[in-house]
C-alpha cells in the first residue's frame, strides 16, 4: 500500500507573482491593451447615458415627427434617426442593454456548455453518449420555431406577478435565458472534445492514481488547459449574441422599442437603407468594433494565460 | 515559339469570343423568358389555402388568381360580373323585394353562372357548387369568414344547372355581391367526413391538396408550392374568358420588406406589393425619390384603414371621454404629411373623404392635445407622479398598446403614439407580438387588454356590420367569427347598420351611411388612424396592370402583360 502526496497548494505570494506575470503579458500585447481600453470607455460612456441624456435635456425616447433625419448638430452629435430621436443617446442607451445582454448572456452559456461538456468528455461511456444526443437534438432543433415557443412562455404561470412579468429586467432576463439555453451547444463540444483529449494524458493519469478526485482534475489539470479555445468561442459568441438580440426582437420577444437595442437599431435601418444610411453604419459600426475589440481582449487573455509564453513576448 | 503565342492568343480571343456570344445569347434568352412570366415580392405565407376559411387582407391577395368571386368591384366601383352571366339587380328582374312567411320583407336574388364554366380538372362548375357553399356557410360549426359571406341566404333553390335562386331574409343593399364557391365534387366528401372547422381545415384539399386543378376555377391554376418560398401560377386551359397573357406568375416569398426591397433593385422580382404583404409605404416613398423611371408606382384611393381597436372590458376605455382624449392626443396629420408623404389621408371615420358616402357633417378629431388634457380631466384622471395621470383610487392611466412584431411601420407608429400620449399624461405600454399569436389570441380571442392596432377594409360590397355591429364580435358561440374586436355594443348603431343594409337607393344609403358614421364618431368604437392607398411597384413593361380596382386586383390578372 503506497502513500499518496498530494502537491501543497501553492504559497499566496506564488500566486501573486503568477498572476503579476500573466498581467505584464497581457499588457504587453498593444492590440489587446488598445481594445481593452476601447471595450472600457464604451462601457464608461453606455453607463453615462442617463447623465447625458438629463443634462442635454434631450429625451432619448421622445418622437418628433418635425426633426427627423436632422444632419449632425451641435444639439444632436449624430443627428436624429426616422422619428426624430437623438442618434447618439439612443446608441449610448443601446450599449448598456446590448453589452449587457452579450457579456452575460455568454457568461451563463459558458457556465453550460462546459459543464455539459467537460462532464461528458471526463465522465464518458454512457453518460457521454446522453449528453452529447441531448446536445445533438438541441443543434438539430429549428431556431425559429424553438424560439417562438421558448418566448411565448407565459411568465404569470411561474407565479409572477404580471406587472413583474412585463417589467424591463424581466424582459431583458428572459432574453439572455433564451438566448443561453440554444447557444451553450457550441460551448460544450469544444469542452468535451478539449476533455477527452485531456484525461488520458500522463499528469492527469498519475494524478488520478495519486488519488486525485475527479473534480480536482477537471479543475486545476483540465479547465486551464482547454480554456484557450473556450475562450476563443466565448469571445466569438459575444457580437453573436448581440445580433441574436435583435433576431429575437424582430420575432416580437426581444426589448421592446421604444428601448433601443444595437440590435433593434440596426434592424430599423435596414429599411432606411436608401434615404439613411447612416443610422445602419452607426450600430453595425459599434457592433462591429466591440466585437473585434472583444476578439483582441481574447486573444490577450488566452496569451498572458499560456504557460509557454515568455513574457513579453506575446506582444503583437 | 512566336507561332506558339499566336496561338494561345488566337485561342484565348476565340474562348473571349465565344463566351461573349454564349453570354449575349443566355441574356436574350433570359430576357425573352422574363417577358412571359411575372415574378411578384412577397411576406406573410400563407397558414392555408381555403378561400373562404380564416380570410385575411393577405389571404384574398393571392387565392384570387385561381378562384375568382361571383362579383367583384372593378376600377371605377362598378360591381361587375366575373363567373356570373347577368349582374342581378331591381332594374333588370333578378333581384326582386319579397314579402316572406313571417311578414317581413326580403329579397330573391337569381345568379346564373356563364355558360361553360369548369374547374380547373374540367369539371363544370354548376349550381351544386354554389349550394354546397351555401350549406358549408350556414353551418355554424364550420365558420366562414364574413366578407359577402353566403350565409346572407336563409334558402337556395336550384332553378337549373347553372341557375340558382337565394332567398335574403331581410333586404341588403350588398345583395349582387358573392363570393367565390368551391367545388363540391372534391370538398363534399371532405366536409362530410370532417363536420367540424378543426377537422375540415385540417383536412380540406385546399390544405392537404392546393395543386388539385379541380380546386380552382379562375384564369390561373395554382401548380407548384413551397411553403414559406413561393407560390406558382399557371393559366387554366379550362378558364373560359379572355386568355391569360403571361404563361408563369411566381410569387417569391422574402422574410421582410428589407429584404425585399434589396431583391427589386437587384432584378430579382419583377413587382411588389405594398402594405400590407409588401413592402411598406414609407419604404416605397424612398425607392420613388430614389429610382422615379425604373419601376412604375401605382398609387390609388384605398378602402383599408388603420385602427386602433379599444377594448370595451376595459373599465378605463369603457368612458367615451378617454377614448375621445385618446384620439385627441394623436396627431395623425403630423404621421401622415411626415411618415407618408402625406397620402395616406387621415381617416375621420370609416370611409374616406373620397367616398361618395362620407359624412362631411360629424364630429372631427383634430390633433389638440389641450383638449385631450381636458377631457382626461373630466373624466376624473388628474397628472401624477412622472406626468402619468392618475384617479382618484391612485391608479394609472396606463394602457396596453399590442401590434405586430416585424411590421416595422406599426413599430414606428406604436412608438409615435407612446409619444404623444405621454404629452398629455397618457402611458402607453407597447407589446408587439408575433403575428400568428396576434391574428389567433389577441384579435379573434380578444385577449388584448386595452388598445389593438390593425387595419380593416371596407370596400363598397362589405358591411359596416363585420366590425360594428353587436354580433360581430368574436367569441365562441360564433367560431370567433367577427371583427368587432372592440366588442362594442350600441343598439342605435345596430339600427342604423340595419336600415344601412336595406337601403336600396343611393339616396337612402346616404343618410344611411351619414347615420352611421355620426354614431361612430361620437362614439368611438375604434381609433381610425389613416387609409392605406391601394399601392404597387412593378416594372414599366408590365401593361394592363388594373391597379385600383376596389375587389383584389388578381381577378383580373389574366390581362396582364408584359411589353
Redesign the interface.
Known sequence: MSTVTVENPPARSERNSVWSKRWDRFRHNKLAMISLVFVVILALACAMAGPIEHFSGIDA???N??R?FRPPSAQHWLGTD??GRDVLLRLLYGGQVSIAVGLLATFITAIIGIAVGVTAGYIGGQFDNLLMRATDCIIALPLIPVL?VL??VDLTKIGLSQETA?SPLAVFLRIVIIIALVDWTTIARIARAGTIGLREVDYVRAATVSGAKGRYNVLVHILPNIATPLIVAMTLSVGRIILFESTL?????GI???TPTWGNMLT?A??????APMLAVYPGLLIFSTVMAVNFVGDGVRSAFDPRAESGSSAH | MMSMKSSIAKFARLALAGAAIATAGASVAVAQANKSQLVIGQLQFLTNFHPLIQVNNTKRLVVNYSLRPITAFDEKIVNQCILCDKLPTIENGLAKIVDLPDGKKGMKVTIALKKDLAWGDGKPITSKDIEFTWKMARDPKVGFSNYNSWDRASELKIIDDRTVELTLPQILSSYNSWDQIIPEHLEGPVYAANPTLDTYIKQSLYNTQPTNPGLWNGSYLLSDYQIGTRIVFTPNAKWVGEKPKLQRIILSYRD???AL?QNLLAGSVDAVPVSPGGI?F??ML??R??QPTKFKYYIDYGTNVERIAVNFDNPILKDKSVRQALLYAI?RQ??S???FGGLQPVANGILSDENSYYNKNMMLYKYDAEKAKDLLAKAGWKPGPGGICVNDKGERLSLELVS???N?TR??I???L???M?EVCIEI??????L??FNGDMARKRKFKALMMSSIDFSPSVSPAIALSSDAVPKADNNFVGNNFSAYSNPAMDKAISELEIALDPKTAKEKWAEVQKIFAEDLPMLPLYFYPRAYVAVPDLVNFRQGTLDPLQIWSEEWERK
Request: avoid cysteine.
Open positions: 425616447n421622445a418622437t415627427l418635425l427627423r426616422d422619428l417562438i418566448g411565448a412585463q426582437s424582430f420575432l416580437g420577444f421592446v422599442p421604444p430599423n435596414q429599411q432606411l437603407i436608401i434615404s | 421582410n420588406s428589407s426591397l411598406s414609407s419604404q424612398d425607392l425619390a430614389q396627431d403630423a404621421i404629411d411626415e411618415l405586430t412584431a416585424g416595422q413599430e414606428q406604436a412608438q409615435v407612446q409619444s404623444q405621454k405600454k407597447n407589446n408587439f407580438v408575433p400568428q399569436e
